[in-house]
């Protein structure tokens, strides 16, 4: 704790478009989690699907194993930050594996849905987020 007294007085402010973790009276700069073993937020990246869309992505840990985490009805992968339970479940991932996390189409940061998804559609932007994440 006594590593971060100094971000009580800090004047942090997220920039425009950015999230920033308010918790216990702390904001964080965005990439900070003060869950876990302290993991480092990695920035959100974008996978370009076949068709020209963009999926938002972020990847963390570094562990020997690829765990792709494919989010249910909603998502946002830089708010999600912000609720514990999640933060602590996501560091638990993160700490034997590289954890890559997205936003599905429609959803969060990647592009909105021009039409309902095929099953087939969603299985290769999950394809498409694994080989650009390197």
């Not at 073993?37 to 068709?51: K, W």
């Not at 992505?57 to 792709?68: A, K, N």
Request: charged share 25%.
């Amino acid at each position: 704790m006594r590593a971060w007294a100094s971000l009580r007085s800090a004047p942090w402010a997220p920039a425009a478009g950015r999230f920033a973790i308010r918790e216990r009276g702390v904001v964080c700069p965005r990439g900070v989690s003060l869950h876990g073993l302290g993991v480092m937020l990695s920035p959100t990246r974008y996978a370009r699907t076949s068709d020209g869309e963009s999926i938002a992505f972020q990847v963390h840990g570094d562990g020997p194993l690829d765990v792709i985490f494919v989010p249910g009805f909603v998502s946002h992968v830089e708010r999600a930050w912000a609720h514990p339970a999640i933060t602590a479940f996501y560091d638990r991932l993160a700490s034997f594996s590289r954890l890559i996390l997205f936003d599905k189409r429609g959803t969060g940061l990647s592009d909105p849905l021009s039409r309902p998804q095929p099953l087939e559609e969603r299985a290769e932007d999950v394809s498409g987020v694994r080989r650009s994440r390197i």
